[in-house]
């Protein structure tokens, strides 16, 4: 079936995109929520102010963020696979928390390449709608 098939080399393109690019895997991984509602569109503008402050502070800030709406489509969330460059996961993770808990709620983990993520990070993107997706360095 073709749906599976673009599936398939979506969470292969995800899962393999910091390897390609940087020769690196992922270093984080993080799940960052808002305090009020916020529609689809300015989910970037945090994430871009997120990677800008990261950036400001010496932490490369690279990846794929996903925005996702909660069950009841009244809650956007996002789902992030970070690649940081040579930074320290506790500068990077005091970083970010620092960061949003004025936003909302974040939940930040060292990444993992056998827990699967990549694949999780993708049952959320739209296949070619780029509104709910975005390369961090492209924000």
Known sequence: MESDRVKEE?????????????????????????????????????????RNYLNNNNIVCDGIV?????KGMNHLHNHILMYCGDEKYYKVEGK???????????????????QNYSEYVCKYMNGNNTENWEFIMNL
């Not at 996903?66 to 909660?70: A, N, R």
């Not at 970010?96 to 056998?114: E, V």
């Open 66 to 70: 996903v925005s996702e709406f909660s």
């Open 10 to 50: 979506m969470k292969r393109f995800v899962r393999n995109y910091s390897l390609n690019t940087y020769k690196k895997d992922y270093d984080v991984i993080c799940d960052l929520t808002f305090k009020y509602p916020i529609n689809n569109f300015d989910w970037k503008k945090h994430i871009k102010r997120l």
């Open 96 to 114: 970010i928390h620092n960061f949003w808990k004025g936003i909302g709620y974040s939940n930040i983990r060292k990444y993992d390449c056998n």
